[in-house]
């Protein structure tokens, strides 16, 4: 029945080979399509961004215009020439300017394009495309925008149109005239990488083309016929869609003919080989059976080890010297089992049986304490030789005992009762304490009775978790991987000192300063830990009292800071103040205002420490706040070169994403980490915003660059920070503060490489 079996097993395994083919086939080209649509998606999103970027600059170009004219409604040309000196700054999308007062224009930027069209009207400089839009933005006061088109000049252009009225008048009185806006159209989609020739093709048109314009604006038009990616980019009054596709198609693996060829060729030569496997293995299974009768009836114990530690072979001897039925030690592993987990010193023998796995030859003999199934004690003396493979590789391990329990007993019991006698002499005023390799106190000094309460025999055995705080066991759980740190680079002379609370028989608690070592055995293996502690309960108290001391201060500074803010108005009121004078009282009133932010921010952070904050909701529109966000970061935006894109998983109501939240808590925890990430990626960087509304609210921040190592578990702490000179470490902290002030909580992420993304989330 065997031989059939072991003959059958050939085909099987060609059998499972050609599905794991077919696996690796299917794996393949799914991983083709996933890597082809990153690139696009990256690309894709790239020139959305630049798109967005240039057209943006165009918009706001328009309302800073916009704003200057209804302040100024009677600027002249110079001064419309030194104001658009100012603006252009950084715009090099921005081809010129021109304003038409009552539709005829009036002023130009450059000024060498004005003796051309000053005192005409609009409606005859340009096509009839742009009359009609003309005509649209007048008669509904939005701003309009023309598709790329060439100018006078055959130069490709777009042309961003926005009228202007005045405030306090209304339709058509109001009406000043007309701003246009013209974007070198070229230039901005060679930034977007439309139309050029790539690994990925992009192309743009009109999502919804009106006045019977042609759709296609830039690039090929067969892209949008590749079953391309798409994005859309909101423009004046307008949609475009933006296509991107590889080059060729979606086509398939390059690979995968080489994984077919392969797999056919494994089909063929694994089974073969495993068919004449078998042939020599059913001729040693005759050779094994002679074998047999010679150790099953040896008087000594005789055991096999596997690499894992598992009993894989035991004679009949070594069965009835340890009280167990034929065939019951088989795969149990040999510590738990036949050998205690620890020493009587303490020591791990899971660890001591992986060094004799790895090197027989360091102990070619060693005695051990052993457990019978009844749990009787018994010692054994081994001898012991690797199992080694053809190649020469260690398999295991042949073990060879003598039962050596007197002699061994006798011995034992003398070097523990000397043990015992050098502890009891001991007598110290600290606490002097050690714990084993799973942190269960082996020893204790009697002066923690006097400290704690306990009586040692209430300590030893006892994990030392049972004894701290649950702040302590966090902090224990710190110290752990410093330490292990610390040995790495140290070795034994790794030790910290830390304040740990500890409970005491009493109920209450004591704080000890404690300062904790590695122990050692003589191979250099941890098998436990060291500490001396020292009462500091009184110190943690004044601690304590001081931080009462200073909150009660902060409190008590406001009152004069009321008089502080308040008093420079009243000295306005009473006049005859010069220029100098009234600069002194603005700048008192800045200071003051400014500390007392700083104060009443300080009092938030400690309310909603202490969970006592109440929220003052109401309706948020996420996407006013990321723009007013992003136009308060405008110069370290425009300073580093960095694009910056939202995206609205679920799509947005009427233009907006609006959240219940506190305002200005909700406007600083988004300031907060949108300026970390505009800082933490390199110059002419990306950062993206993608808010979900699907599921409550999620607003993913993912910046370039990785969050440093060395700060990657302390990220969200108190004055955690990679580079102390750019910022005291309290903008994360605060943020997740206030995050789960409004029941939500923040995440870090760093699995992709090379980039980071912090996760709000936030409940509905």
């Given at each position: 029945?065997?031989?059939?079996?072991?003959?059958?097993?050939?085909?099987?395994?060609?059998?499972?080979?050609?599905?794991?083919?077919?696996?690796?086939?299917?794996?393949?080209?799914?991983?083709?399509?996933?890597?082809?649509?990153?690139?696009?998606?990256?690309?894709?999103?790239?020139?959305?961004?630049?798109?967005?970027?240039?057209?943006?600059?165009?918009?706001?170009?328009?309302?800073?215009?916009?704003?200057?004219?209804?302040?100024?409604?009677?600027?002249?040309?110079?001064?419309?020439?030194?104001?658009?000196?100012?603006?252009?700054?950084?715009?090099?999308?921005?081809?010129?300017?021109?304003?038409?007062?009552?539709?005829?224009?009036?002023?130009?930027?450059?000024?060498?394009?004005?003796?051309?069209?000053?005192?005409?009207?609009?409606?005859?400089?340009?096509?009839?495309?742009?009359?009609?839009?003309?005509?649209?933005?007048?008669?509904?006061?939005?701003?309009?925008?023309?598709?790329?088109?060439?100018?006078?000049?055959?130069?490709?252009?777009?042309?961003?149109?926005?009228?202007?009225?005045?405030?306090?008048?209304?339709?058509?009185?109001?009406?000043?005239?007309?701003?246009?806006?013209?974007?070198?159209?070229?230039?901005?989609?060679?930034?977007?990488?439309?139309?050029?020739?790539?690994?990925?093709?992009?192309?743009?048109?009109?999502?919804?083309?009106?006045?019977?314009?042609?759709?296609?604006?830039?690039?090929?038009?067969?892209?949008?016929?590749?079953?391309?990616?798409?994005?859309?980019?909101?423009?004046?009054?307008?949609?475009?869609?933006?296509?991107?596709?590889?080059?060729?198609?979606?086509?398939?693996?390059?690979?995968?003919?080489?994984?077919?060829?392969?797999?056919?060729?494994?089909?063929?030569?694994?089974?073969?080989?495993?068919?004449?496997?078998?042939?020599?293995?059913?001729?040693?299974l005759k050779d094994r059976e002679r074998y047999y009768q010679l150790?099953?009836?040896?008087?000594?114990?005789?055991?096999?080890?596997?690499?894992?530690?598992?009993?894989?072979?035991?004679?009949?001897?070594?069965?009835?010297?340890?009280?167990?039925?034929?065939?019951?030690?088989?795969?149990?592993?040999?510590?738990?089992?036949?050998?205690?987990?620890?020493?009587?010193?303490?020591?791990?023998?899971?660890?001591?049986?992986?060094?004799?796995?790895?090197?027989?030859?360091?102990?070619?003999?060693?005695?051990?304490?052993?457990?019978?199934?009844?749990?009787?004690?018994?010692?054994?003396?081994?001898?012991?030789?690797?199992?080694?493979?053809?190649?020469?590789?260690?398999?295991?391990?042949?073990?060879?005992?003598?039962?050596?329990?007197?002699?061994?007993?006798?011995?034992?019991?003398?070097?523990?009762?000397?043990?015992?006698?050098?502890?009891?002499?001991?007598?110290?005023?600290?606490?002097?304490?050690?714990?084993?390799?799973?942190?269960?106190?082996?020893?204790?000094?009697?002066?923690?009775?006097?400290?704690?309460?306990?009586?040692?025999?209430?300590?030893?055995?006892?994990?030392?978790?049972?004894?701290?705080?649950?702040?302590?066991?966090?902090?224990?759980?710190?110290?752990?991987?410093?330490?292990?740190?610390?040995?790495?680079?140290?070795?034994?002379?790794?030790?910290?000192?830390?304040?740990?609370?500890?409970?005491?028989?009493?109920?209450?608690?004591?704080?000890?300063?404690?300062?904790?070592?590695?122990?050692?055995s003589e191979e250099d293996e941890r098998i436990g830990l060291q500490?001396?502690?020292?009462?500091?309960?009184?110190?943690?108290?004044?601690?304590?009292?001081?931080?009462?001391?200073?909150?009660?201060?902060?409190?008590?500074?406001?009152?004069?800071?009321?008089?502080?803010?308040?008093?420079?108005?009243?000295?306005?009121?009473?006049?005859?103040?010069?220029?100098?004078?009234?600069?002194?009282?603005?700048?008192?009133?800045?200071?003051?205002?400014?500390?007392?932010?700083?104060?009443?921010?300080?009092?938030?952070?400690?309310?909603?420490?202490?969970?006592?904050?109440?929220?003052?909701?109401?309706?948020?529109?996420?996407?006013?706040?990321?723009?007013?966000?992003?136009?308060?970061?405008?110069?370290?935006?425009?300073?580093?070169?960095?694009?910056?894109?939202?995206?609205?998983?679920?799509?947005?109501?009427?233009?907006?994403?609006?959240?219940?939240?506190?305002?200005?808590?909700?406007?600083?925890?988004?300031?907060?980490?949108?300026?970390?990430?505009?800082?933490?990626?390199?110059?002419?960087?990306?950062?993206?915003?993608?808010?979900?509304?699907?599921?409550?609210?999620?607003?993913?921040?993912r910046n370039q660059g990785e969050v440093p190592l060395s700060v990657?578990?302390?990220?969200?702490?108190?004055?955690?920070?990679?580079?102390?000179?750019?910022?005291?470490?309290?903008?994360?902290?605060?943020?997740?503060?206030?995050?789960?002030?409004?029941?939500?909580?923040?995440?870090?992420?760093?699995?992709?490489?090379?980039?980071?993304?912090?996760?709000?989330?936030?409940?509905?």
């Amino acid at each position: 029945m065997l031989k059939r079996i072991t003959y059958l097993i050939p085909p099987v395994i060609g059998l499972i080979v050609a599905v794991m083919v077919y696996i690796g086939y299917r794996a393949d080209q799914d991983h083709h399509a996933q890597k082809v649509r990153a690139r696009v998606v990256q690309s894709l999103n790239e020139g959305k961004a630049s798109l967005d970027s240039a057209i943006g600059s165009g918009v706001h170009l328009i309302s800073a215009i916009e704003a200057f004219l209804k302040v100024n409604p009677g600027l002249n040309q110079s001064q419309f020439a030194v104001l658009a000196d100012a603006l252009l700054v950084n715009m090099p999308a921005v081809r010129s300017l021109q304003l038409a007062k009552d539709d005829t224009v009036s002023h130009a930027y450059p000024s060498w394009s004005a003796d051309k069209i000053f005192g005409r009207e609009l409606n005859q400089l340009g096509t009839p495309t742009l009359r009609t839009l003309l005509k649209r933005a007048k008669a509904t006061g939005r701003r309009q925008i023309l598709p790329p088109g060439e100018d006078a000049l055959g130069n490709e252009e777009i042309v961003i149109l926005a009228p202007v009225f005045l405030p306090g008048k209304t339709l058509p009185g109001g009406y000043w005239g007309m701003i246009s806006v013209h974007l070198d159209a070229a230039a901005l989609f060679r930034t977007a990488n439309i139309g050029l020739s790539g690994d990925i093709l992009l192309a743009l048109r009109d999502k919804q083309p009106r006045d019977g314009r042609d759709a296609m604006l830039a690039g090929d038009p067969v892209v949008f016929e590749m079953a391309p990616l798409l994005r859309t980019v909101h423009v004046p009054s307008d949609d475009w869609l933006l296509a991107a596709a590889p080059r060729g198609g979606w086509a398939g693996s390059p690979y995968a003919k080489y994984i077919l060829v392969f797999g056919l060729l494994a089909m063929v030569l694994i089974p073969a080989s495993l068919w004449a496997v078998a042939v020599i293995v059913m001729g040693r299974l005759k050779d094994r059976e002679r074998y047999y009768q010679l150790v099953h009836s040896a008087k000594s114990i005789i055991m096999r080890i596997n690499m894992d530690g598992d009993i894989v072979f035991c004679n009949e001897y070594a069965e009835d010297f340890y009280g167990y039925e034929p065939g019951e030690l088989l795969g149990k592993p040999l510590v738990g089992t036949l050998v205690p987990r620890k020493t009587l010193e303490g020591r791990s023998m899971r660890r001591y049986l992986a060094r004799l796995l790895m090197n027989p030859t360091a102990h070619p003999f060693n005695e051990t304490m052993n457990v019978r199934k009844n749990g009787e004690i018994v010692w054994v003396a081994w001898a012991n030789d690797s199992v080694r493979a053809k190649d020469g590789s260690s398999v295991g391990l042949l073990c060879v005992g003598t039962d050596i329990t007197d002699r061994k007993l006798m011995e034992e019991a003398l070097r523990q009762r000397e043990k015992q006698y050098r502890l009891l002499a001991e007598n110290v005023t600290d606490i002097i304490w050690g714990l084993d390799a799973d942190y269960r106190f082996t020893f204790v000094s009697p002066s923690d009775e006097a400290v704690r309460g306990f009586r040692r025999s209430d300590v030893l055995g006892r994990y030392i978790q049972e004894f701290l705080t649950p702040a302590s066991k966090t902090r224990f759980k710190d110290i752990l991987r410093v330490l292990d740190d610390l040995a790495d680079a140290q070795g034994s002379t790794a030790s910290v000192t830390e304040d740990l609370e500890f409970t005491c028989a009493d109920g209450g608690s004591v704080w000890l300063e404690s300062h904790l070592g590695i122990l050692f055995s003589e191979e250099d293996e941890r098998i436990g830990l060291q500490g001396v502690s020292r009462d500091i309960t009184d110190r943690k108290l004044a601690e304590a009292l001081r931080e009462d001391v200073e909150r009660m201060a902060r409190h008590d500074l406001k009152t004069p800071l009321g008089a502080v803010i308040g008093l420079p108005e009243e000295i306005r009121r009473h006049g005859s103040l010069n220029a100098a004078q009234e600069a002194m009282l603005g700048t008192i009133e800045n200071a003051g205002a400014s500390m007392l932010e700083l104060i009443n921010r300080s009092l938030d952070l400690y309310k909603m420490e202490c969970g006592t904050y109440v929220l003052d909701r109401s309706t948020v529109d996420v996407l006013s706040v990321l723009e007013k966000i992003k136009a308060e970061a405008l110069p370290h935006i425009s300073e580093k070169g960095i694009s910056v894109g939202i995206e609205v998983m679920g799509g947005a109501e009427n233009g907006t994403l609006p959240v219940s939240a506190d305002p200005e808590l909700f406007h600083s925890m988004l300031a907060n980490l949108i300026l970390n990430a505009l800082e933490a990626s390199p110059e002419t960087g990306s950062v993206s915003i993608v808010l979900d509304r699907r599921d409550g609210l999620t607003v993913i921040i993912r910046n370039q660059g990785e969050v440093p190592l060395s700060v990657r578990e302390t990220f969200f702490d108190k004055y955690s920070t990679s580079s102390p000179a750019r910022g005291s470490g309290l903008g994360t902290y605060s943020a997740r503060l206030i995050a789960r002030t409004h029941g939500g909580d923040i995440a870090v992420e760093t699995g992709t490489p090379g980039e980071t993304s912090v996760v709000v989330t936030l409940p509905q």
